[in-house]
C-alpha cells in the first residue's frame, strides 16, 4: 500500500523554512521535475556565500548530475579556495532564474514580471575524487551544449589539477513561478492604459566558427538541430 | 588642469579590495557607462544578504537611478523586513547577469560562456521618504518597460503603505565581460571538433492583451516599435 501510494506521488524535495516563502506561496513548487527543468534550462547560476561577514553573489557556470550540482571555478577563485579550507564545507546559496514575460497591469504597483526561478541552499563540497571530477567537468560541458563532452578533447592531469569544482546536494530546494497576466484591481477595470504581457523569447543565432577553424569542420547537428 | 584631465577620463567607480577580480583582471570594467548598460538591460538582478548566518540569493525586480539602485519587495518579504529592522542598514551584494553565448572550445577544458555581469557590495536601506519612494516605484515600472510609468494609474497611499524598496548606493561596483571565441591551447588546433560561439538571442514576442482589456486599446508604440 504504502509502494503504491509514493510510486504515485510526483517525487518532490521536502519544504522547510527557508524554502517555504513568507508570501505568494502558491507559486512555490517543490517536485523534482519542476525544479529540474528550470535548473537544466538555465547556463549561470547566482552563488552565494559569505566572505568576511559579508554577503558575495558571483555568476557561476554549473551542471546537474541526478540531485546533485556541480559548480565551476578555478583553484584560484575566492568560493573555491574557501571550500577548500573549509571544514566542512562552504554554506552557500545558489539561485537560478528565468524571465519569460513583462507583466503590464493597468496600476503601477501591478507590474510584474513572469519568472521561474530555482533556490538551492547546502553546503558546497570541493570535488577531489578524480572520477567525480571528471564526471562534474563532463556534466558543466553538457550543460553548455548537451552531447557536447563526447565531442572534445577531455580534461589532461594538468587540466584537471588546474580546476577545482564544488558539489551541492540537492536536499533543501524550491522552485518559483509566476505565470499569466496582470492581477488588477476590479475599480481600475475601466482605465484606458493597455495591459497584458510581453513575452520574452530567447533563441540561439547562427553559430559563429572561430577563425582558426579548418573551414572542411561544419557546425554539428547537435548545434544546428535545434 | 586637474579639471581638463577629467573631463578626458571616463567617469568610473573606484576599485576595491572586493571589485578586484583574483584571476580574469582584463575582464573587469569600472567605468560608469559599461556598468550602467549592463544594469539597465537586464530585468532581475540576485539579491544576496545573510540571514540567520547563512546566505540567501533571491532574484528581485529592480531600477536605476543615477547611481542608485532600488530593489522591490513587500513589506512582508524577508529581506525587507530585515532592512527594516536592521541599523544602519541590511549589508547586500547585488548581481546581475546576462549570458551572450555558448562559447564552444576543441578542449573540455576551454569551454566557457559569453556573459556580462555586474556586482554590487553594499549597504541596502529601506526607502521611507514618501517622494523617494513615489520616484523608486516610477523607476522600478519604467525599468520593465521605458517610458510605462506615464502610462499607468500611480500607486495610491494604501499601496505606497503595502509596497517597500531597498535604497543600495552604486559605490563599490564592478563589471566583468567575457567576449570573442574560444581560447584553445596551439597543440589542439588540428583536432576534428567544430569550435566557435553560439550566440544567445533575446527578443520580445508578439504582446499578449489581458482577458479583460477592451479590445479597442491597441498595444502602444513603446511596446509595438521595439
Not at 104 to 111: D, E, P, Q, Y
Request: overall charge negative; aromatic content about 4%; hydrophobic content about 35%.
Amino acid at each position: 500500500m504504502e509502494s503504491a501510494m509514493s510510486a504515485a506521488a510526483p517525487a518532490a524535495y521536502a519544504p522547510t523554512d527557508r524554502t517555504v516563502p513568507t508570501r505568494s506561496r502558491d507559486r512555490a513548487h517543490y517536485d523534482h521535475e519542476t525544479v529540474h527543468a528550470i535548473l537544466d534550462q538555465a547556463y549561470v547560476c547566482h552563488l552565494g556565500f559569505i566572505r568576511e561577514g559579508a554577503p558575495v553573489v558571483l555568476p557561476t557556470l554549473y551542471g546537474r548530475v541526478g540531485r546533485r550540482l556541480y559548480l565551476h571555478g578555478s583553484t584560484g577563485s575566492r568560493p573555491l579556495r574557501m571550500a577548500s579550507q573549509s571544514d566542512p564545507g562552504l554554506p552557500v546559496c545558489v539561485t537560478v532564474t528565468q524571465v519569460d514575460g513583462l507583466v503590464l497591469a493597468r496600476s503601477a504597483f501591478h507590474h510584474s514580471l513572469n519568472y521561474r526561478s530555482v533556490v538551492v541552499h547546502g553546503t558546497a563540497h570541493q570535488v577531489t575524487d578524480p572520477q567525480e571530477l571528471r564526471e562534474a567537468l563532463d556534466a558543466l560541458v553538457d550543460h553548455v551544449v548537451p552531447g557536447r563532452s563526447a565531442d572534445s578533447r577531455p580534461a589532461n592531469a594538468k587540466e584537471l589539477a588546474a580546476t577545482a569544482v564544488l558539489r551541492l546536494d540537492l536536499d533543501e530546494v524550491s522552485a518559483k513561478m509566476r505565470t499569466g497576466g496582470p492581477n488588477d484591481e476590479p475599480e481600475d477595470l475601466e482605465l484606458p492604459h493597455w495591459t497584458g504581457v510581453v513575452p520574452l523569447t530567447q533563441g540561439y543565432g547562427e553559430p559563429i566558427p572561430a577563425d582558426d577553424l579548418n573551414p572542411e569542420i561544419k557546425a554539428p547537428p547537435y548545434l544546428t538541430q535545434r
